[in-house]
Antibody, heavy 123, light 108 residues
C-alpha cells in the first residue's frame, strides 16, 4: 500500500526556518517525481516545488531562493527545507507523487498525496 | 504563466448531474486531470488524462476536454460528492504543474 506521511510542521516566527519531511512507503522516491503542494487557509492548491528522478529541481517563483527540495534514498524520504519564512508561507503543505502513464507522455498528474502538515508563520 | 479558471461554486440537487468547467487557452491541446478535496482531507485524483478514471472512482465521474474548456461531469450526484474540485494541467513551456482556481460543489 502506498503511503506518504508528512512531519515537521508547526508555528515559526517570520524569518525562521523549518524542515518538512515526507516518509514514503509502497514505492521508492528516488525513481519517482515528487512534489510539494501547499494550500493557504481558505485558498486553492499551489505548487511549491518538485524533484525529478534525476535530481533536477524546480521551484515556484514565490519560494525560489528560500526553499530547497531534496530526498534521502536510504530513508525513502522527501524533504522541504524552508528558510526566511514569511507570513504568506502559512499553509498546509502536502507532499505528492507525480506520475505519467508512459514515458512518451509530457503531462504528469498527482496520484498519491500525504495527509498534509500545517505550517504557521507568525510572531 | 498558464491560467486555469473555474467557477467558484456549483450547486446541484441529489440525483442530478453536476458540471464543473475548467477554462484555459487552448486547453484542448493539453491533458487535464481532476482531483476532489473534502474539508480537512488531502486531494484525491478522480479523473486523469481528460477522461480516465482511477480504480475505485465511480463510473458516475467522467471528463471531457475540447477547445478552451475542460469539463468534469458527475452523474447521479450524491451527498458524499460535496467537495472542492480542482483541475490540473502540466505547463509544458515552464515544465511545472498548474492548478485551477477550484470549484466548491454543494449538494442541495
Amino acid at each position: 500500500e502506498v503511503q506518504l506521511v508528512e512531519s515537521g510542521g508547526g508555528l515559526i516566527q517570520p524569518g525562521g526556518s523549518l524542515r518538512l519531511s515526507c516518509a514514503a512507503s509502497g514505492f521508492t522516491v528516488y525513481n519517482n517525481y515528487m512534489a510539494w503542494v501547499r494550500q493557504a487557509p481558505g485558498k486553492g492548491l499551489e505548487w511549491v516545488s518538485f524533484i525529478y528522478a534525476g535530481l533536477t529541481t524546480y521551484y515556484a517563483d514565490s519560494v525560489k531562493g528560500r526553499f530547497t527540495i531534496s530526498r534521502d534514498n536510504s530513508k525513502n524520504t522527501l524533504y522541504l527545507q524552508m528558510d526566511s519564512l514569511r507570513a504568506e508561507d502559512t499553509a498546509v503543505y502536502f507532499c505528492a507523487r507525480a506520475h505519467r502513464r508512459s514515458q512518451w507522455e509530457r503531462s504528469y498528474y498527482f496520484d498519491y498525496w500525504g495527509q498534509g502538515i500545517p505550517v504557521t508563520v507568525s510572531s | 504563466s498558464y491560467v486555469l479558471t473555474q467557477p467558484p461554486s456549483v450547486s446541484v440537487a441529489p440525483g442530478k448531474t453536476a458540471t464543473i468547467t475548467c477554462g484555459g487557452d487552448n486547453i484542448g491541446s493539453k491533458s487535464v486531470h481532476w482531483c476532489q478535496q473534502k474539508p480537512g482531507q488531502a486531494p484525491v485524483l478522480v479523473i486523469y488524462y481528460d477522461s480516465d478514471r482511477p480504480s475505485g472512482i465511480p463510473e458516475r465521474f467522467s471528463g471531457s476536454n475540447s477547445g478552451n474548456t475542460a469539463t468534469l461531469i458527475i452523474n447521479r450526484v450524491e451527498a458524499g460528492d460535496e467537495a472542492d474540485y480542482y483541475c490540473q494541467v502540466w505547463d509544458y513551456n515552464n515544465d511545472h504543474p498548474v492548478f485551477g482556481t477550484g470549484t466548491k460543489l454543494t449538494v442541495l
